[in-house]
């Protein structure tokens, strides 16, 4: 069985940084798309970043040079490492997991596994 759990979420002043961790079990990463989600409150779901089974990164947009995802084969530990912080970054975020390569960042089909998630507030 495929379990998520995230970890690593808490409140930080803008401009500040903040690492949030998947721990995965039950799966292997060389054989999953794995992401990162957020949604704020009164907001969609939306894709922050993924990386597919051949290693390649994808960013939305708005996080690109800012957030990097990262995944540590070894220890099944999945980061998000996310610097200069805006108030709109605030959002829960969840880890998700699908098998194959990744689908579109912008939607969440084919992730079929996901994490309870964990609040990340940006106020000063």
């Known amino acids: 069985e495929v379990q998520l759990a995230e970890s690593g979420g808490g409140s930080v002043q803008p401009g500040g940084s903040l690492v949030l961790s998947c721990q995965a079990t039950?799966?292997?990463?060389?054989?999953?798309?794995m992401g990162w989600f957020r949604q704020a409150p009164g907001q969609e779901r939306e894709g922050v970043a993924n990386?597919?089974?051949?290693?390649?990164?994808t960013y939305a947009d708005s996080m690109k040079g800012r957030f990097t995802i990262s995944l540590d084969n070894a220890k099944k530990i999945m980061h998000l490492q996310m610097s200069s912080l805006k108030p709109e970054d605030t959002a829960t975020y969840y880890c998700?997991?699908?098998?194959?390569?990744?689908?579109?960042?912008?939607?969440?089909?084919?992730?079929?596994?996901w994490g309870k998630g964990t609040l990340v507030t940006i106020s000063s």
């Open positions: 990386i597919d089974t051949d290693g390649r990164t």
């Open positions: 998700a997991a699908g098998g194959g390569h990744c689908s579109f960042l912008s939607t969440a089909v084919g992730m079929d596994y």
């Open positions: 039950g799966l292997t990463y060389s054989s999953y798309c």
